[in-house]
């Protein structure tokens, strides 16, 4: 079988096309949908049915929960031997707007981490963004062996749930972005030249790729991949930071972007419909300082 050859052009490492999964696996490659959502948050999926698709469609999957863990948690509990690989991550949310996709090298630092620095922190519903600021987070983590991806980095249509929509609206200076690790890349809820945005800026800050679905919806697992040519959670990890990895994948469609949107408004209004009415700004009063972790 011939050496696996990295693109040599960044632009060429962000690829928009349906992922070929037979095409990776002859070559030896690793991959896994980095971004997906289970009824641990704002979705009505289950872990079950989310590792059961992966393993049919043989992608790895991280569950990257609002602020929660219990998603991540089960499907290492309930996983097969010879299931999907899984990487243990988290997505955290700063009062300012921007979401922070944390990729841990093993369970136990992502459990540690939680307890120490998201549980505290967390709003009356643990889905919406912590009490806590983007400079926080970012300093909590460098306390951990982890990859740090900023999640849509160009944010959902009017709201700032991006970092470089923070920067572009002058929220944050560019060198908040030298502190990632990587930029989501392709994030199949955004639109093609949000995405575009997003892999230009990485390239701009020197930052490394991650793709994945945000999936709400259990037929979303795998359909944005990021793609390694690793043998462990290890080296798969690592591949990001060093710049050798690929991401492909294609955004949704709008009527499923929709549904996805309306799927999540359903779950979260339904579960917790007091904090539906906490906006951004009412949660800046339960804002705590910038200062280092820990405080």
Known sequence: MPEFQLPQDLVDRVQFHKPDVDAILEEGLMCAD???????????????????????????????????IGGITKAFEINKPDGPFLVPGIELGSWEG????????????????????????LAHCPWL????????ILDSLEGY???????????????????????????????????FDAYEAICSGM??????????????????????????????VGKVLTVSDATDLDSFLDNIVKHKNIVVGKEKMIPKKFVMGTTSLIRFVTRHPISSFHTRFE??????????PGS
């Open 191 to 220: 639109f093609r030249n949000e995405n575009i945005a997003s892999r230009d800026a990485a390239i701009k800050y020197g930052l490394g790729f991650t793709g994945g679905s945000d999936g709400h919806l259990l037929s979303e």
């Open 129 to 136: 963004n912590m009490n806590k600021g983007v400079e926080w």
């Open 34 to 68: 980095m971004h997906f959502h289970t009824n641990y948050s704002d979705s009505f999926t289950k872990v079950e049915w989310a590792l059961s698709l992966a393993e049919k469609r043989r992608v790895g999957l991280t569950i990257s929960d609002h602020n929660l």
């Open 98 to 121: 921007p979401h922070i996709l944390a990729y841990f090298y093993s369970l136990n630092d992502l459990k540690d981490y939680w307890e120490h620095y998201t549980r505290p922190h």
């Open 145 to 179: 062996s982890c990859v740090v991806s900023a999640a849509h980095p160009l944010g959902y249509l009017w709201s700032t749930k991006g970092i470089q929509k923070a920067i572009n609206k002058n929220w944050f200076d560019e060198d908040i972005a030298k502190r």
């Open 283 to 292: 949660l800046i009063r339960y804002n705590g300082t910038h200062d280092k």
